[in-house]
C-alpha cells in the first residue's frame, strides 16, 4: 500500500534550510543527515518504512457520517474533504493496517496532517475505533501514531465526541489485557493528544515532535507570556514524565519490536537451583553490624543499572509519570530476565561517580520515582508481567520538594497497589533498604536481601541522633535496630538471602550478578504458576502477619510448600 514514488533530486530540509540529495534523503527516513529534523511522513511512507515489508494488510475505511452539519464557512466543508481526498488518495486523516513489526503481529493505525491537518472527525474516530476493535479481536497490540491539529470544527460537536469513542476503545484494550503503543509526530496536539494518543500502555515520541492539549500560539495570546524554548517539544516531555521515550525514526522499528514481543511467561518456566537463595541465617558469616551497614553502602557496590546491564535482555527504559517529572533516582522498564519477560523497577543510586550520584539524588526518589513504578506496576499487571524490584536507598527524600509534590501519598499508593498486583513480585535488597523509601517498592511475594545488604525503618545515623543523641552511637544503633541480613531472616522480614562474592559484590560485578539471577530465576519459578488469588492471598496474609503475637519469623514464607 505504499506510495513509493522516486524522491527528487534534491529536498530542502525544514529544520536548517539545507538541501540534502533526495535519494539520501529517502534512504535516512526523511531524516536531514545535517540537523536531525525529522520531516514530515505521509500515512503510506510511515506504514511501509514501520511494518515488515510484506506483512500489510489494509483495514477499513469503515462507514461514519461525513458533513453531518451540511457545514459552510468561505467554501462548503463537502468541498474540502473532496479536495483532500483528491490531493492525498486517502479516504480521511488515517490510514489502518494490520501487519508485523519485526515479526511481531499488531495493528497499526496511522494519522496524515496533510488530509486537514490530520483533524479529528467522525471518520478518524471510526477508523481509530475500528482498529482498536481488530487488535482485540485478533489479541494482538495497537499501534498508533498520531499527528493532528485538534478537532474538526466543521463536524461541530460530532468531532469532540471522537475523544469520547476512542478513549473508550483504549479502555477496552486496557481490560483485555492488550498491550497499545502511540508514537507521536510533529505535530500532536487538541483532541487526538486528549484521548489516545495519551492513553496508551507506553508513549514514544520522535525527536523533536510537539505535543499538547493546547498550541503554543493560543497559550502566549492568551497569557501574553513567551514560552520557554523548546516547549512541548518530545525533550521537553520526556523531562516532565509525559512520555517514555524519545526515539530517532530509524530506531523506532527495534524499540517497537521488543514491546510488542512483551508476552506473560508460560512454558517453559524458568528452571531454578533451591540452593541459590540461603534460608537459614547459620548459613551466613558472622559480621560486625556496622561493617555490614558500610559494605551495604560501599560506592562500588553494583548498582540497579549494573545489574540491569549484566542481566536483562532487550531492557526498554520507560520514563516518567506522565504528571511532572522523570525521576532519576528510579529506573523502571521491561525486558527478559534469565528469558522471562519482567517488568524491572529499581532505585538507581548511579555508581562510584559523584556528578552521577548526585544527578540521581544519592537513590532517594521525588515522588514522580514512586508514581512512574506505579505506572509500571499496572503495565505489568495489565500484560500479566512479573515485577521484579531492586531495593537500594538510603530512604525518603528528606527535600522539600518532594513533600509538596506528594511524597507520602505516593509511597502509600505503592503499597496498597502492591497488595493487590495479580502478578508475581519479587523484591531484592540488593544494598540499602532505608524506610518507607525502600518498602514503597518492597511489598512482594519473595523479599529477599543481599548478604551484604540491610533493612530499616531508620538509618543508624538518623536513630543514633534522635535516641541517643549522639550521631556518633551510629553502629550502637545499627546492631539494636537489627538490620542485618541473618536478624531480617530471623524477624521473618526477609525470605531468604542472596549470596555475594567472599569480599562483597563491589569487589567481583559480574559474580554478584550471576548469584542474584540464580536467586530471582529460583523464586521466579517457584511463584509463575500461581494464580493471581493464590499470590494476592499468600501476600496479604505475608503482610497482615507482622507483628501479630504468633512468634517471630511469622511473616516469611513458608519454602516447604510445593
Ligand atoms: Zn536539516
Keep these: 500500500m505504499a506510495e513509493q514514488s522516486e524522491p527528487a533530486d534534491w529536498v530542502r530540509c525544514e529544520g536548517c534550510a539545507g538541501l540534502v ?18 520531516g514530515r511522513l505521509t500515512a503510506p511512507q510511515r506504514l511501509a518504512q514501520l511494518l515488515d515489508p510484506g506483512t500489510a494488510e489494509p483495514i477499513g ?11 459552510v464557512d468561505s467554501r462548503p466543508y463537502q468541498d474540502r474533504l473532496d479536495e483532500a481526498r483528491d490531493r492525498t488518495g486517502l479516504h480521511d486523516a488515517v490510514l489502518c493496517a494490520a501487519g508485523q513489526i519485526e515479526g511481531q503481529p499488531c495493528v497499526a493505525a496511522v ?71 502511540s508514537v ?40 501574553g507570556e513567551k514560552l520557554p524554548e523548546g516547549f512541548q517539544t518530545a525533550e521537553f516531555l520526556l523531562a516532565h514524565g509525559m512520555v517514555d521515550d524519545v526515539v530517532p525514526r530509524v530506531g523506532m522499528r527495534p524499540v517497537l519490536g521488543r514491546l510488542l514481543g512483551l508476552r506473560p511467561p508460560t512454558d517453559p518456566r524458568p528452571h531454578g537451583d533451591p540452593a541459590a537463595i540461603l534460608r ?62 519482567v517488568v524491572l523497577i529499581g532505585h538507581h543510586k548511579g555508581g562510584p561517580d559523584l556528578g552521577e550520584r548526585r544527578r540521581r539524588r544519592f537513590g532517594m526518589a521525588q515522588p514522580a520515582g514512586y508514581r512512574k513504578a506505579n505506572r509500571l506496576m499496572r503495565l505489568a499487571a495489565k500484560l500479566g508481567l512479573p515485577v521484579v524490584t531492586l531495593i537500594d536507598t538510603p530512604g525518603a527524600n528528606p527535600g522539600p ?23 508475581p513480585i519479587v523484591a531484592v535488597l540488593i544494598g540499602e533498604g532505608g524506610s518507607g523509601g525502600a518498602l514503597a517498592l518492597a511489598v512482594a511475594d519473595r523479599v529477599l536481601v543481599s548478604a551484604n545488604g540491610i533493612y530499616s525503618v531508620i538509618s543508624p545515623e538518623g536513630c543514633a541522633a534522635i535516641l541517643w543523641k549522639d550521631p556518633q552511637a551510629a553502629p550502637a544503633a545499627a ?36 548469584l542474584l539471577e540464580a536467586a530471582v530465576t529460583e523464586a ?36 516447604s510448600q510445593p
Design 401 to 423: 520538594e518532594a513533600e509538596t509534590g506528594g511524597q507520602a501519598a505516593a509511597i502509600a499508593e505503592n503499597l496498597r497497589l502492591m497488595a493487590r498486583l495479580p502478578v
Design 21 to 38: 540529495y533526495g535519494r539520501r534523503y529517502a534512504r535516512a527516513l526523511q531524516v536531514c543527515p545535517d540537523c536531525g529534523h525529522h
Design 111 to 181: 494519522m496524515d496532517f496533510r488530509f486537514l491537518g490530520g483533524s479529528l472527525g467522525c471518520a478518524v474516530g471510526a477508523l481509530i475505533t475500528h482498529a482498536a476493535t481488530t487488535a482485540l479481536d485478533r489479541r494482538v497490540p495497537l499501534v498508533l501514531v498520531t499527528a493532528s491539529g485538534g478537532a474538526r470544527m466543521q463536524e461541530g460537536v460530532l468531532s469532540l465526541m471522537q475523544m469520547a469513542k476512542t478513549a473508550q476503545a483504549m479502555a477496552e484494550l486496557d481490560e483485555a489485557g492488550i498491550l497499545t503503543v
Design 184 to 223: 507521536i509526530t510533529d505535530p500532536t496536539y487538541g483532541g487526538v493528544a486528549a484521548s489516545f494518543a495519551t492513553l496508551a500502555d507506553v508513549i514514544l515520541a520522535e525527536p523533536g515532535a510537539r505535543m499538547g492539549f493546547a498550541g503554543p500560539r493560543v497559550i502566549e495570546q492568551t497569557t
Design 280 to 341: 537459614a541465617a547459620d548459613e551466613l558469616a558472622d559480621r560486625d553490624p556496622w561493617q555490614n551497614v558500610r559494605l551495604a553502602r560501599h560506592p562500588e557496590r553494583p548498582t540497579t543499572l549494573d545489574y540491569i546491564r549484566r542481566l536483562v535482555d532487550d531492557f526498554q527504559e520507560l520514563h516518567g509519570d506522565r504528571l511532572t517529572e522523570d525521576c532519576p533516582a528510579i529506573v523502571a522498564g521491561t525486558g527478559r530476565l534469565a528469558g522471562t519477560p
Design 524 to 559: 521466579l519459578r517457584e511463584l509463575i504458576p500461581w494464580d493471581p488469588d493464590r499470590l494476592r492471598a499468600a501476600r496479604r496474609a505475608r503482610f497482615h502477619r507482622y507483628g501479630a503475637d504468633t512468634g517471630a519469623g511469622a511473616g516469611a514464607a513458608d519454602w
Design 479 to 514: 546492631a539494636s535496630l537489627r538490620m542485618h541480613p541473618g536478624d531480617l531472616l530471623s524477624l521473618g522480614v526477609v525470605d531468604g538471602i542472596v549470596p555475594e562474592p567472599p569480599e562483597g559484590a563491589h569487589q567481583d560485578h559480574a559474580a554478584a550478578a550471576d
Design 61 to 71: 475505511p469503515v462507514p461514519a457520517v461525513h458533513d453531518p452539519l451540511g457545514f
